[in-house]
């Protein structure tokens, strides 16, 4: 197989879960091929440089194989390789979410009807400062 759809592709090596959810992405713009935004129609060779965004995350991949079947995911992650700049930066961005999570209390329960008194009052001192 010398070329493939990108939506294809994308939904073959498991970055999308559905041909319709890569089609939207691409079109979106959150998926370039080679620094260019393509359409979901665009042919791809092996050796082609793709980016792929997921949620907070960018991926660089280079293309290493083709195919338009969904397989399983240890074949899947065989047809390309995620460049290692990507990886750290990956990293980095992550650490750096978890780190300005240390700023939020998180609560494991909504507090009771004293304690949003408390709040409420304690916010109206606040506010009157």
């Known amino acids: 197989m010398d070329k493939v759809r990108i939506d294809k592709w994308l939904w073959a090596a498991r970055f999308f879960k559905t041909r319709s959810l890569a089609k939207q992405a691409i079109e979106s713009g959150k998926v370039q091929v080679d620094g260019?935004?393509?359409?979901?129609?665009?042919?791809?060779?092996?050796s082609a440089m793709v980016t792929v965004r997921q949620g907070w995350d960018d991926k660089a991949v280079e293309v290493l194989g083709l195919t338009d079947q969904r397989r399983g995911a240890p074949e899947a992650q065989k047809l390309y390789r995620e460049s290692q700049a990507s990886i750290e930066l990956r990293e980095r961005r992550a650490t750096e979410r978890k780190a300005g999570l240390?700023?939020?209390?998180?609560?494991?329960h909504k507090p009771n009807k004293?304690?949003?008194?408390?709040?409420?009052?304690?916010?109206?001192?606040?506010?009157e400062d």
Request: charged fraction near 40%.
């Open 36 to 46: 260019q935004r393509v359409k979901p129609s665009r042919e791809i060779e092996a």
């Open 102 to 108: 240390g700023a939020f209390i998180v609560s494991e």
């Open 114 to 127: 004293k304690q949003r008194r408390q709040i409420h009052r304690f916010r109206r001192i606040m506010d």
